[in-house]
Nanobody
Framework: QVQLVESGGGLVQVGDSLRLSCAAS????????MGWFRQTPGKEREFVAT????????YYADSVKGRFTISRDNAKNTVYLQMDSLKPEDTAVYYC?????????????????WGQGTQVTVSS
């Protein structure tokens, strides 16, 4: 069982940066692939980024590639999402997810555990 708690969301201006954190409970955090998704009202949850536990390889949605960076600190049981050059279309609730066996990283069904989400609002 893994419990995830996101933090770091808030209201920022266009072009600003924000770093989200996701603290995980559980002794086997290092063996979970960690992902970030986001969702806006009336839309499906959208893939943002993933980092595989086995080789730390990363994958990003085209919409955030070059602006967002996913990282993890296994000693702190925490995964981060560094978001730079934020745009109004990045406004969403951001969710952290953990998967024990993630075959397709951009599918929400690939993940076993989810956090409660943190709101990010980018104002123009």
């Amino acid at each position: 069982q893994v419990q995830l708690v996101e933090s770091g969301g808030g209201l920022v201006q266009v072009g600003d940066s924000l770093r989200l954190s996701c603290a995980a409970s559980g002794r086997t955090f290092s063996r979970y692939t960690m992902g970030w998704f986001r969702q806006t009202p009336g839309k499906e949850r959208e893939f943002v980024a993933t980092m595989y536990w086995i080789d730390s390889s990363t994958y990003y949605a085209d919409s955030v590639k070059g602006r967002f960076t996913i990282s993890r600190d296994n000693a702190k049981n925490t995964v981060y999402l560094q978001m730079d050059s934020l745009k109004p279309e990045d406004t969403a609730v951001y969710y952290c997810a953990a998967g024990g066996r993630v075959i397709v990283p951009d599918r929400s069904l690939s993940y076993d555990y989810w956090g409660q989400g943190t709101q990010v609002t980018v104002s123009s």
